[in-house]
């Protein structure tokens, strides 16, 4: 059975990076990449431990496996690399239910993976559900931002109640910024 829980050790954050590393855009066929979906943004193990010391990720765990991942980001670590600067650049200048984002206490999935073996088994859902939960004391939303070429991850951020509320150029790519309540 795949326990959904914090991370607790180093080893687990390394293999959050090899899980990353495994699911980067640059590693994976047009084809795979196409209909498993992908990961843009790779992260240094000293970044990963930073993030973490701050606010520890949330992980599906089969037995001493890291199955997936969904990084929970906050503004303290929003400098640590430039993609994720200007995610929450991005976020702040949105609205959500009249207010504007940047007024408000929210928390950025700074990425979010399942690896290839354990798709289709809900983790998403149920990570984010996990991830709303130890959050909710501190942050009113989480919000992310999601490649529109990755079909996949659109569709898994939908379901595990994402909604889109702006969109965004980066690298002559578009994505959608996307918000989730804590407190469904």
């Known amino acids: ?8 050790s180093e080893e687990e954050i390394l293999q959050i990076k090899n899980l990353q590393e495994k699911n980067l855009r640059r590693h994976l066929t047009d084809q795979e990449a ?15 431990k930073e993030m973490n010391a701050v606010f520890p ?30 995610l929450f650049d991005n976020i702040d200048r949105c609205t959500y239910e009249g207010k504007l984002l940047r007024d408000t206490d929210y928390v950025v999935v700074g990425q979010l993976c399942v690896g290839k073996e354990y798709r289709g088994q809900d983790l998403v859902t149920r990570m984010y559900d996990h991830f709303a939960d130890a959050v909710k004391d501190q942050y009113d939303y989480m919000a992310t931002d999601v490649d529109c070429d990755n079909h996949r991850s659109l569709k898994a951020h939908a379901k595990a109640g994402f909604e889109v509320i702006d969109s965004l150029v980066y690298g002559g790519k578009k994505w959608d910024i ?7």
């Open 34 to 48: 196409a209909s498993q979906g992908f990961l843009t943004a790779s992260y240094t193990l000293e970044y990963l």
């Open 57 to 86: 990720s949330v992980i599906a765990k089969d037995q001493e496996v890291v199955a997936g991942y969904a990084m929970i980001t906050t503004k303290d670590v929003r400098t640590g690399h430039d993609l994720l600067k200007d």
């Open 1 to 8: 059975m795949i326990e959904i829980k914090l991370v607790s």
């Open 178 to 184: 996307v918000i989730r309540k804590t407190n469904r």
